[in-house]
């Protein structure tokens, strides 16, 4: 029999009813919650340099304390990742629920409550770390515990990873772990950072759930020319070049492209949309129409991160060139981040580039720096999602729908191994970002009520799709 609706969630939680699982006393949780995710948000993870043994260290002596193992992998001095593994019965492979422990960096000159202060204050809580990605770590610890607690049969190992260098330093956090310690995370699902559910007017619209995301990738433009008096103007100026190049960067619209990922996302935009915005989610799903080009333009404009899940993007960031105002320099550079659909082949994208540029006194050329692996995206059939799918109508009585991200997320290094990732995360208010409350902004906060509701629901998730049936 195929389940579908209610009954799919009873599938999920059954198998605990069924182990005459204790209640769980949710004030409780709350409190300890809070406790936890305090504590973590105090912690100056700042990366670089990064010191995310303070959280480790932390999270070792909690989980240890509950009789859960724990082992510490350093690939540089105070830079800890940590596992923690509930054993399962083997009868399916492992779950990996992932969390960082870095922060990027803060100008505490900037931040109305200190970015370590983890202050309360009208039912939010502010810091560094709140939302990207304390919350992830305070979530997996409190599911933890509640399954060793509870004594939770298992038909899947359960494995908890505390990651360093995500922000800044990959090669310490997740690229060490998976060519050095792959066997101690090796899983056949992945719980992770990158999606979320989106409030707006305080009200809950859906859930969004990364599947896939952008591959980072950097451009470099080189303007060479002669050097001279500034009184004498040069045709072969670097400076003019390189800014014709920018210019024309700038102003170009690379093709529109869809993936598995983007189509689903968009169409399940449309059941539920209102009609105007439905429209346009519906004429992006014919990429070569003029109406899906005014879709796009509209997203540009309005919605920026919808236009970006719909084309390469590239977007000038640096610029260097000269010494002194009366010199012409011989040579000019313009640095551009680039993040390509996973649809894309880099190097055809790079000759697509330079013909836009079409000037021979400018080289284009990838400079090596800030790649990730293009892992493939995660199946939107796979047990897992309609797991995720099941949880979010409980939890937030709204749709889940598959996204991709514009950003890098270190999940890339892990579904190039094969393993099957999905981002997740609390509500926040779509307003917030625009307010200056979002991840990396001056002011990071979280609604204390959504914490909560979040640790609901990794709970309900983990333990309805990794307990014994």
């Known amino acids: 029999m195929k389940l579908t609706g209610p009954l799919v969630a009873f599938a999920l939680v059954a198998p605990l009813l069924a182990q005459g699982q204790p209640s ?248 539920f949309a209102l009609p105007a915005d439905a429209a346009r989610y519906k004429a992006v799903l014919t990429p070569d129409t003029k109406a899906a080009q005014d879709a796009v333009d509209y997203f540009a404009e309005h919605d920026p991160s919808k236009a970006s899940m719909l084309r390469s993007s590239l977007s000038p960031t640096l610029l260097s060139g000269g010494l002194q105002v009366n010199v012409i320099p011989s040579e000019a550079k313009a640095t551009i981040d680039v993040r390509l659909l996973p649809v894309e082949d880099p190097a055809v994208f790079l000759e697509l580039v330079r013909h836009v540029v079409n000037d021979p006194a400018v080289a284009v050329e990838y400079n090596g720096q800030n790649q990730r692996p293009d892992g493939k995206p995660a199946r939107l059939d796979s047990e897992m999602f309609k797991a995720i799918e099941s949880a979010t109508v409980r939890s937030y009585d709204t749709t889940a729908i598959p996204t991709m991200s514009t950003g890098a997320t270190d999940m890339a290094y892990l579904r190039e191994k094969g393993i099957q990732c999905y981002g997740i995360g609390p509500a926040t208010d779509l307003e917030d970002g625009g307010k200056g409350y979002g991840a990396h902004s001056d002011q990071e906060r979280l609604l204390e009520s959504e914490l909560h509701r979040f640790v609901r629901f990794n709970w309900e998730l983990v333990s309805g799709f990794a307990g014994a049936r």
């Open 24 to 271: 769980i006393d949710w004030s409780r949780v709350q409190a300890e919650t809070l406790q936890h995710y305090q504590a973590l948000v105090r912690m100056d993870t700042t990366d670089p340099p990064g010191n995310e043994s303070l959280a480790a260290n932390y999270l070792k002596q909690v989980l240890e304390k509950e009789g859960i193992p724990v082992q510490l992998f350093e690939a540089e001095p105070n830079r800890a990742n940590l596992v923690a593994r509930l054993k399962g019965s083997g009868k399916k492979r492992p779950l990996l629920v992932v969390g960082h422990t870095d922060t990027v960096r803060v100008d505490p000159a900037k931040w109305t409550f200190p970015p370590f202060s983890a202050a309360r204050d009208g039912g939010y809580i502010y810091g560094r770390g709140t939302i990207d990605d304390k919350d992830n770590l305070a979530a997996a610890l409190m599911t933890m515990l509640l399954l060793k607690r509870g004594n939770v049969a298992l038909d899947r190992d359960v494995i908890f990873l505390a990651e360093a260098g995500e922000e800044a330093d990959t090669k310490v956090g997740v690229e060490f772990m998976v060519r050095e310690h792959f066997a101690d995370i090796d899983a056949e699902y992945c719980l992770a950072e990158g999606g979320g559910v989106v409030r707006s007017g305080g009200r809950v619209e859906f859930a969004q759930v990364q599947a896939s995301e952008k591959g980072p990738h950097t451009i470099e433009l080189v303007a060479r020319g002669t050097s001279g008096h500034g009184s004498v103007p040069r045709m072969d100026n670097p400076v003019v070049h390189l800014a014709a190049a920018v210019a024309a960067i700038g102003k170009w619209k690379p093709p529109i492209r869809l993936t598995e990922t983007t189509r689903e996302y968009f169409t399940r935009l449309t059941t």
